[in-house]
Antibody, heavy 121, light 107 residues
Framework: QVQLVQSGAEVKKPGASVKVSCKASGYSFTGNYIHWVRQAPGQGLEWMGWVNPHSGDTNYAQKFQGRVTMTRDTSISTAHMELRRLRSDDTAIYYC??????????????WGRGTLVTVSS | DIQLTQSPSFLSASVGDRVTITCRASQGTGTDLAWYQQKPGKAPNLLIYAASTLQSGVPSRFSGSGSGTEFTLTISSLQPEDFAVYYCQRLNSYPLTFGGGTKVEIK
């Protein structure tokens, strides 16, 4: 079955960077885009961007342009999301999600369990 | 960017009730909308996409309808496992956006 296994929780200081990983299994990794979505404590969902595991192409939400980098390593079926210059309001659970191949884009049929990133001095 | 507004933001209902949640878009979006369910401490789970297509494995008591700027998620007979937060999501256009969520609690 499809599984997305994310790396563990992180605690970072303001101004630092964090890199979260998402290891895929149970399907062909290069066949589906991987998206990243975050959720601040008690808040809603916020889309950050995607990486195409086949080509490495990316598309980021404007809010995160210049601060986020999404990459992939096809040899280990893993996607990564790095967020730089962290602020306290970046404290959130970061999810990776697989986009299902359908006639519409942006449908997420499988999600990782989430990685809590806490930014605190 | 297209904004999605869900109503109500909170609702209290009993097991067996018919529940309807509305998602309104700031601009017409055709049928480019999905619905997710999120339980505490868990990742969201896809229920419906393209406004009315039921995701495989999702119980048939869930249904979606609408087009343009107004969409609804209906649970025909609320079950104990349905108490959760529900989100709508814009599809097919970036940035992908989510509604603010509707929390369904036990009356």
């Amino acid at each position: 079955q499809v599984q997305l296994v994310q790396s563990g929780a992180e605690v970072k200081k303001p101004g630092a960077s964090v890199k979260v990983s998402c290891k895929a299994s149970g399907y062909s990794f290069t066949g589906n885009y991987i998206h990243w979505v975050r959720q601040a404590p008690g808040q809603g969902l916020e889309w950050m961007g995607w990486v195409n595991p086949h080509s490495g192409d990316t598309n980021y939400a404007q809010k995160f342009q210049g601060r986020v980098t999404m990459t992939r390593d096809t040899s280990i079926s893993t996607a990564h999301m790095e967020l730089r210059r962290l602020r306290s309001d970046d404290t959130a659970i970061y999810y990776c999600a697989r986009e299902v191949v359908t006639s519409v884009t942006g449908v997420f049929d499988s999600w990782g369990r989430g990685t809590l990133v806490t930014v605190s001095s | 960017d297209i904004q999605l507004t869900q109503s109500p933001s909170f609702l209290s209902a009993s097991v067996g009730d018919r529940v309807t949640i509305t998602c309104r878009a700031s601009q017409g979006t055709g049928t480019d909308l999905a619905w997710y369910q999120q339980k505490p401490g868990k990742a969201p789970n896809l229920l419906i996409y393209a406004a009315s297509t039921l995701q495989s494995g999702v119980p048939s008591r869930f249904s979606g309808s609408g087009s343009g700027t107004e969409f609804t998620l209906t649970i025909s007979s609320l079950q104990p496992e349905d108490f959760a937060v529900y989100y709508c999501q814009r599809l097919n256009s970036y940035p992908l956006t989510f509604g603010g969520g509707t929390k369904v609690e036990i009356k």
